[in-house]
């Protein structure tokens, strides 16, 4: 992209189509004509598919005038606005700051607010160009941009950071994804080394999939991991480097809704010396959010709040009070039913509910069919193996 063509997608009276159009179907839009205040059809259908994607991914971004949106694949890798405005609280105001691979630079944004001055560095220039635009029309004044590889900057720059972030890409030249640290671009393994040479402390981003203990391997110095979720789905991997730190790392859950943050700590050590004990289902049954499950505190988090666990391998626990801080779901038990159609007729008003099965012989969708069931209606039903048998429970969700 281009500096005019910049300027001609900013044109406030092109906006105002945008604007205008935004729930429209591109592909109309392109066959209606070649050009729109002249600038070509498929990149104003490009900008509405954009501002569509960044109505809920980036909601300051989608309200502010004059956003510039980047090819939806670009828009897709990028962080969203809430984990943006997460990472930014894990450091205190300082002096200087880096992204390494800033990309469309919603992570360089809410980090300068933190930083007498931030730097981003780039190697697609298009991706500067729109980057630089955006953060202008969000009135940022303290980035500076550096067209240029992270390795080749971190040779160059005499600056020394307060703290340097980096985002691997996750994807290789044909496009396929990878997960491990050693398979990303650039390769942090190794470039660990000439960012410690400019900071004493490095934030990781790395791939959701990435297995935790893995990441501690093959990364030195991990004081922190941060596994963030957003309305219970886990979309970022934190790695929190110190240089000369010295210790276990200890594990921060975050699962981000939308009126509360549930926030769970863990280290692999007690999770590892912690002694679960066993029981068949209470009146509550409780089911941890995602991070809990990625951070592997299967253990923990039923001596953290006093519960027991239905089984080594089923990771749902039970009591019978009710723990309302549990950072995850909570069912209340009606009754225990049999997989059956004569069960599901008696009990189950309407023939509706919702189902959901763990570590059970049936998926779902297999237990819905068996049930004859519907999905919908504000009951549940959860098929889960114990100890010694399974189980299927007709429950209502309080939490």
């Known amino acids: 992209m281009s500096e005019d063509l910049l300027k001609s997608l900013a044109n406030p009276e092109l906006q105002e189509f945008i604007r205008i159009h935004e729930n429209d179907d591109g592909q109309d839009l392109i066959l209606k004509g070649k050009t729109i205040y002249g600038v070509p059809a498929p990149l104003v259908a490009d900008q509405i598919s954009g501002r569509k994607k960044a109505k809920t991914k980036l909601p300051l971004f989608y309200k502010t ?33 880096a992204d390494l691979t800033a990309g469309l630079g919603v992570d360089t944004f809410f980090f300068s607010k933190n930083f007498d001055e931030a730097h981003y ?28 590889s992270c390795e080749h900057f971190l040779n160059e720059t005499k600056k020394v950071f307060d703290l340097v972030y980096i985002d691997p890409s996750r994807r290789t030249d044909r496009d396929q994804k990878v997960f491990r640290l ?7 393994t190794v470039l660990l080394s000439s960012i410690f040479r400019k900071t004493n402390t490095v934030l990781i981003k790395v791939s959701p999939l990435l297995d935790i203990q893995q990441g501690i391997k093959e990364l030195p110095e991990v004081e922190k991991i941060f596994v963030v979720s957003v309305n219970n789905e886990c979309k970022e991997l934190l790695f929190l480097c110190r240089k000369s730190f010295v210790g276990e790392a200890s594990i921060e859950t975050i699962n981000i809704l939308p009126n509360r943050t549930e926030q769970f700590n863990v280290r692999l050590s007690d999770e590892k010396n912690t002694v679960s004990t066993f029981s068949d289902p209470c009146t509550y049954l409780y089911e941890p959010n995602v991070s809990i499950l990625k951070a592997g505190a299967f253990k923990r988090i039923a001596s953290e709040f006093g519960l027991t666990k239905i089984s080594p391998s089923t990771h749902l626990y039970t009591s019978e009070d009710l723990i309302e801080k549990f950072p995850g779901r909570i069912f209340k038990s009606i009754t225990l039913l049999k997989p059956d159609e004569k069960a599901a007729k008696k009990h189950i008003l309407g023939g509706m509910a919702n189902v959901i099965t763990r570590n059970h012989p049936l998926s779902p969708d297999q237990l819905k069919k068996k049930m004859k069931l519907r999905d919908g209606g504000q009951q549940y039903v959860i098929g889960f193996s114990g100890v010694t048998e399974k189980f299927v429970m007709l429950a209502e969700r309080i939490k």
């Open 65 to 97: 005038a004059g956003v510039i949106f980047p090819p939806g694949k670009n828009l897709e890798q990028s962080s969203s606005e809430e984990t943006a405005r997460f990472k930014s609280t894990l450091v205190r105001r300082g002096n200087c700051f």
């Open 182 to 188: 050693q398979n990303c671009t650039p390769d942090v």
């Open 121 to 148: 560095v780039e190697q697609s220039s298009e991706l500067l160009l729109i980057a630089k635009h955006n953060h202008q029309q969000l009135g940022s004044q303290n980035i500076f941009y550096h067209n240029d």
